[in-house]
C-alpha cells in the first residue's frame, strides 16, 4: 500500500504595526490609547469632502527604519495608492496605503525573506455590543474614530516559514527588532501589533505553492501559532480526502478551535486601487535615510550573533539574552564589571536568575546588581562555592540585594574544598552507610554513585562540589 502523502505548511505573514507617532498619518489628530471614543478627530480623518491629506514625516522617518532593520531597499520614489471598499470604519470609502510602489522592498529578518513594508492608514474601531453590552441603551455596533488614520506600517514576508511554530519565533524576532528600534509598542492585545497568516500546504519535495487561506488578526503569539496549527490540520483532511483548498479569509476562534470563513479572498481588482490624487509622491532622500540609519541601535539579531561569535555563547542561549533587551544590557554590565565569570557561565547564570525573579520581569528593576551578580558567578566558577549554594544566593539576592561574599559569610555557604579533611570524613561516612552502593561502584556501575554522592550533599548542606565528592569517592574506593 502507499504510504499517504506527507504535506509541508508553507506560511507567510503579514503584520501591521501601529507607528508610535504623535499624530496620525494624513492630519494633525493626536494618537490615543483608551480615551474617550471620537475625541481625536478633525475633519480630514473623518474623510468630510473638501479635506486633503498631508503625509506624517514621523511616519516616513519610522518607515525607513523599519526597511533598514530588515535589509530592505528603500525606494527613492514611492507611491500612495486609494484601496477603495465600503465599510463603517472607513469614512471616506477607501484607505490611502501604498500598492505597485511600496516604499520598503525586499530584505531579511533571520531566516525569513521579506516581500515589502508600506506605509497607510489605520481604520476606526468598530464597537459591538453584544446581547450582554448595550449601546446608548440599545443592542448595536458604534464606531470610534480615534484610531481612524494611526499610522501603520505594513510588513509582508514571502512564504518561507514551515511550522505555527517557526511562525510564533519569528513574530517574536520581528517584535523585538521593532521594539529596539522604538517605532512602536508592538503590543498584540492591545492591537499595536496585528499579524495575519498566509497558509498553504504542498507536497513535501514539491516547490509549487498551493491555494492558500488567510487567518485574519490572530490578537496573541498563542493564538497566532494555535490558529495555524488548526488550520494546517484543515488543509492536510482536506487533500488527504481529495477534496481541494477554498481560497478564503478565515477566523480563527481561540476559545472553540474553530475557524469559520469571513468572506472569500478578494483579488487586488477588487479595490479598484488608483494613485491617490491628493499627494504626490513620496521622495525619500539620502538625507533623509542617512537620519534614519544614524538612529537604529544594534539589532536583536545582530546582538545574538555577537554573543554567539564574540563571546562563544550556544545560538539559542544567546537569542535569549538578545531578544530580550533587558536580559542582554544586564548581561552585559555583568560582563563588563570582570569579575572575573566566564561569559558562558554568566550566560547559564542568568537563567537561573530569571527564572528567581519571574516570567518577564527585568533584572534592572530587582535588588541584584549586575556588579553582584557577576561576582557570584565568579565564586562558583572558582569553586568558592557550590553550585548549590549558588543557587541560594542569588535567592538571598534576590529578596535581599547586597553582596554575595558577606551572604556566604553570613550563611555559612563557603564551600568545603576536597583538601578539607572533614569532606574526606564525610564521603567515609557516606561509604560506610552504604556499603552496597558503594560496592556497585567499586565494580563499575556508575549509576549507584547517586545515593552517596546525595548523602555528602545532605550533610554538606549542599556546600561541597559535586566535582570533588566524585573525585573523592573514588579515591577512597581505590579507584
Ligand atoms: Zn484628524
Not at 517557526?166 to 509598542?185: F, M
Not at 542568568?350 to 528593576?365: F, H, N, Y
Request: aromatic share 6%; glycine share 8%; proline share 6%.
Amino acid at each position: 500500500m502507499a504510504a499517504e502523502t506527507e504535506y509541508e505548511p508553507v506560511i507567510g505573514l503579514e503584520i501591521h504595526v501601529q507607528l508610535k507617532t504623535r499624530t496620525k498619518m494624513f492630519c494633525g489628530c493626536e494618537l490615543s490609547f483608551g480615551d474617550p471614543p471620537n475625541t481625536h478627530t478633525c475633519p480630514r480623518c473623518l474623510g468630510l469632502p473638501g479635506t486633503l491629506p498631508v503625509i506624517n514625516a514621523q511616519a516616513v522617518h519610522y518607515g525607513i527604519m523599519i526597511g533598514l532593520a530588515l535589509g530592505s531597499q528603500i525606494a527613492a520614489r514611492s507611491q500612495f495608492h486609494r484601496k477603495n471598499y465600503f465599510y463603517p470604519d472607513l469614512p471616506k470609502g477607501y484607505q490611502i496605503s501604498q500598492y505597485d510602489v511600496p516604499l520598503c522592498s525586499g530584505g531579511r529578518l533571520g531566516e525569513v525573506r521579506i516581500h515589502r513594508v508600506h506605509l497607510e492608514e489605520d481604520a476606526a474601531k468598530l464597537v459591538h455590543a453584544g446581547s450582554s453590552g448595550r449601546i446608548h441603551g440599545a443592542e448595536r455596533s458604534a464606531v470610534d474614530f480615534n484610531r481612524g488614520g494611526t499610522p501603520l506600517a505594513e510588513i509582508v514576508t514571502e512564504p518561507d516559514l514551515r511550522s505555527a511554530e517557526a511562525a510564533r519565533e519569528w513574530l517574536t524576532l520581528l517584535r523585538t527588532t521593532l521594539r529596539a528600534i522604538g517605532v512602536s509598542d508592538v503590543n498584540m492585545e492591545e492591537g499595536s501589533l496585528r499579524c495575519d497568516a498566509n497558509v498553504s500546504l504542498r507536497p513535501v519535495g514539491s516547490s509549487e505553492l498551493g491555494t492558500k487561506t488567510e487567518l485574519k488578526n490572530m490578537n496573541s503569539f498563542r493564538f497566532l501559532a494555535q490558529g495555524i496549527r488548526a488550520e494546517v490540520e484543515r488543509q492536510t483532511e482536506l487533500l488527504r480526502s481529495g477534496r481541494p483548498v477554498q481560497q478564503e479569509t478565515l477566523h480563527f476562534d481561540p476559545a472553540s478551535g474553530s475557524l469559520t470563513p469571513l468572506r472569500s479572498k478578494e483579488e487586488a481588482h477588487d479595490y479598484r486601487y488608483f494613485p491617490e490624487p491628493d499627494l504626490v509622491p513620496l521622495e525619500a532622500t539620502a538625507e533623509m535615510i542617512d537620519a534614519a540609519r544614524a538612529q537604529l541601535p544594534e539589532l536583536p539579531s545582530a546582538r545574538a550573533e555577537r554573543f554567539a561569535g564574540a563571546l562563544g555563547l550556544p545560538a539559542e542561549r544567546a537569542r535569549e539574552l538578545a531578544f530580550r533587551p533587558e536580559l542582554g544590557d544586564f548581561f552585559e554590565v555583568a560582563l563588563a564589571a570582570d569579575a572575573g565569570a566566564e561569559p558562558a557561565a554568566l550566560a547559564n547564570w542568568m537563567q537561573t536568575l530569571v527564572e528567581r525573579l519571574g516570567d518577564g520581569a527585568d533584572p534592572a528593576s530587582s535588588l541584584v546588581t549586575p556588579q553582584a551578580f557577576a561576582s557570584l558567578v565568579a565564586m562558583v566558577s572558582e569553586k568558592a562555592i557550590s553550585r548549590d549554594a549558588g543557587r541560594e544566593v542569588i535567592e538571598l539576592l534576590v529578596a535581599e540585594g547586597g553582596d554575595p561574599g558577606t551572604i556566604v559569610e553570613r550563611e555559612g555557604l563557603g564551600a568545603i574544598s576536597a583538601d578539607d579533611d572533614s569532606l574526606s570524613a564525610v564521603v567515609a561516612a557516606a561509604l560506610a552507610a552504604d556499603p552496597a552502593a558503594a560496592e556497585q561502584v567499586r565494580s563499575g556501575n556508575m549509576k549507584a554513585m547517586g545515593p552517596l554522592v546525595g548523602y555528602v550533599m545532605r550533610e554538606t548542606k549542599g556546600r561541597a562540589d559535586g566535582g570533588e565528592i566524585n573525585r573523592l569517592i573514588r579515591e577512597q574506593l581505590g579507584l
